[in-house]
């Protein structure tokens, strides 16, 4: 057979329907993606409203065609399906909404039922009846299609928490959340420290109090465990991890942090980048207003808090915390044995003080994600680090990222009370974008 043939065989107008069909929904992923991922900072009340708009219009849209000259009968099951993920994008924003401020009129019972897990799937439901709908009114032609539709429903619940998630949490992140645990956290640290005498009595207390009511969830797969919509690293906020009992070291030593003030101990907060790891100091009057670590996080690692152990941890990489004005304190010697570390950076022609200079941690996290390094009048980057390997990286890019130098195999070893000297020389590279 020619190719000719086989031309006049295609149904370029079908092939031309289904292009059109999948142009539309990459639109509108594409306009989705940058309304709330270029613009997550501005996500609030309205850009939730605005998703739901979004999503409603383009589901229209897709039903008006339906019906029309582009969506025939043939690709009943293209429909639904896209048809279902706007009607998603359009029921769950709008859904944040209405029970945000439901919750706000309402009584605190009636407030605790609408966030509680099975609130969540109310959307679901009226999507699930949708559906039913559609199959009723025969928009399904055939038997093996309402299977095919049925198997789409049992997807969509399977990836609900996915779904809800893409809303749900960057909600959190920005702070637009209505319950305030201002009143519980006093409440609790009333009742469990008023009758003890000592700041450590009341540390052990608090710490006794996180174990026996708290979840750790490190580690775990946040989309699909319970509550699976709530839990969010980056949130910053012990409202979330007050009212669900649910949290990471963070969460835990920022609500411990807050429970530790109302019961009149001081603390500081406690950060080791290098190992991913937070967790706080709190000064004990009875052990001469010393600061030692608190951490009920730990628990997790080899089930028991850390309490007054600065051994606890083992060798850390960089410890700080940070003053009143935002000044990071180094305090890496309590915790770890130390060694110094002195980068050279070699390059003819470029400023050393350009490159971006990166220590990685052997857990593979970065240990200066934001200070600015200079060097010293010998042309080192000189840091104090914890005795362990360490993986440095220097590197500067321009014109978007396409054009830029970078030198990242550098293996090194920090040993106690040692200077260890390595030098880099970063190599010019294209396309940088492109290789990562």
């Known amino acids: 057979m020619y190719i000719s043939e086989i031309i006049k065989k295609v149904d370029l107008k079908s092939q031309m329907k289904w292009m059109i069909l999948i142009l539309l929904f990459l639109v509108f ?54 048809v279902l993920i706007t009607g998603i994008f359009t029921i769950i924003p709008i859904f944040i909404i209405v029970r945000k401020y439901f919750t706000l009129i309402f009584s605190n019972y009636l407030s605790k039922i609408l966030i509680s897990e099975t609130s969540h799937y109310i959307p679901l439901f009226f999507i699930i009846i949708f559906v039913i709908f559609l199959q009723n009114k025969d928009c399904l032609i055939n038997y093996r299609n309402k299977i095919k539709a049925s198997l789409i429903i049992l997807l969509v619940i399977f990836f609900w928490p996915f779904y809800f998630n893409i ?4 909600y959190h992140v920005n702070g637009f959340y209505f319950y305030d ?13 008023n009758n003890l005498p000592s700041d450590e009595e009341k540390l052990i207390a608090l710490l006794n109090w996180q174990l026996n009511n708290f979840t750790n969830v490190y580690g775990q797969n946040l989309i699909f465990m319970k509550p699976y919509l709530v839990i969010n690293r980056a949130s910053n906020n012990y409202n979330l991890s007050m009212y669900y009992k649910h949290g990471v070291c963070g969460d835990f030593s920022l609500l411990l942090s807050e429970l530790a003030t109302t019961s009149g101990i001081e603390n500081r907060r406690i950060y080791s980048p290098g190992e991913n790891h937070e967790w706080i100091e709190v000064k004990i009057s009875e052990n001469n207003h010393s600061w030692v670590n608190a951490d009920a996080a730990w628990f997790w690692h080899n089930h028991e808090y850390v309490y007054n152990d600065s051994n606890a941890y083992g060798n850390q990489s960089r410890v700080y915390y940070e003053d009143m004005s935002n000044n990071q304190i180094d305090i890496t010697e309590k915790y770890s044995t130390v060694g110094n570390l002195s980068i050279f950076v070699k390059s003819d022609n470029q400023d050393v003080t350009s490159f971006d200079i990166k220590i990685i941690s ?42 830029g130098y970078r030198d990242l195999n550098n293996s090194v070893i920090v040993t106690e009370n040692k200077t260890t000297m390595i030098v880099i020389e970063p190599k010019k590279q294209y396309l940088h974008i492109l290789k990562n």
């Open 167 to 170: 809303f749900y949490m960057p």
């Open 181 to 193: 645990g201002t009143d519980d956290i006093q409440k609790t640290a009333f009742s469990l420290t």
């Open 362 to 403: 052997s857990q593979g996290n970065s240990i200066f994600p934001e200070i600015p390094r200079h060097p010293d009048s010998n042309g080192y980057f000189n840091y104090t680090l914890g005795t362990k390997n360490y993986t440095v990286i220097a590197e500067k890019y321009y014109f978007l990222g396409l054009i």
């Open 29 to 82: 992923v594409v306009i989705y993606r940058f309304v709330f991922l270029c613009l997550l900072k501005t996500y609030n009340d309205i850009t939730i409203l605005f998703s739901g708009i979004l999503g409603g219009s383009l589901s229209l849209f897709l039903l008006y065609f339906r019906g029309g000259k582009i969506i025939k009968k043939d690709m009943s099951i293209i429909t639904i399906w896209i």
